[in-house]
Structures are given as structure tokens and as C-alpha cells.
């Protein structure tokens, strides 16, 4: 079941992010910060979940928590731009669980595509 970007009301986002259309993009485009330490944050329940953004040219560093914990801290930067690539996936037990992406880099783009989970 994915959650998608800026489209939904179910991803919490604390600090600012703009929605940039692309139509490639899973829903129509990703959300974007350059703030660091602005973070979105998705509760699901399932026994996976996967973390989907592009990586481009003014990409930076994201770290990733479930459930409060540091997952890991992962490159959104490439030469050129690709879109709707899964960052990370990680398996936890079954159950509710939160995951949350914070912008780790100031001044460099964390995305947002969607966040996908296996129930």
C-alpha cells in the first residue's frame, strides 16, 4: 500500500516542503526540503515498509528512523536526476510501527516520493 508525498494528509511534516511536479513520479511528483533537520514521518502497520524518493544533482544526505531508532543514513545525490528509486526497505515485526525521514545535509534536497508497506 503506498502513501504518497505532499497528496496525502496521512505523512506528518514538520519544517518546510514544497511539492515538485514531475510526471514520472509515483502520484504526479515528490516533496522536497532543503532545511535541515525538516523531517516527514508515516505510522503504518505491516511487517515491511520502503522508503521511495528520487536521487538528483542537488541531492543530499537523509537519515531514516523507525520507531524512533537510527536505520541509517543514506546519499540522495546524483549526477543527473532518477526518479522513483526505493532508498531503503527495512523488515520489522508485525504490527504499527513510524517511520521518519530528516534531512541531514543544510542547503541540500532530501525527497519524498512515497512510502510503501507490506501488511
Known sequence: ???QN???TVIKYKGPWTFVANRVSSGGGYSATTRAGASASWTFTGRAVAYVAP????GGFV???IDGVLRGRFNLHQAGSNVGLVIARFSVTNGTHTIR???DQAGARTTLDAFLTIR
Open 101 to 103: 525521514v530528516v534531512n
Open 55 to 58: 536521487k538528483l544533482a542537488t
Open 6 to 8: 505532499l497528496t496525502t
Open 1 to 3: 500500500m503506498p502513501v
Open 63 to 65: 537519515k531514516v528512523y
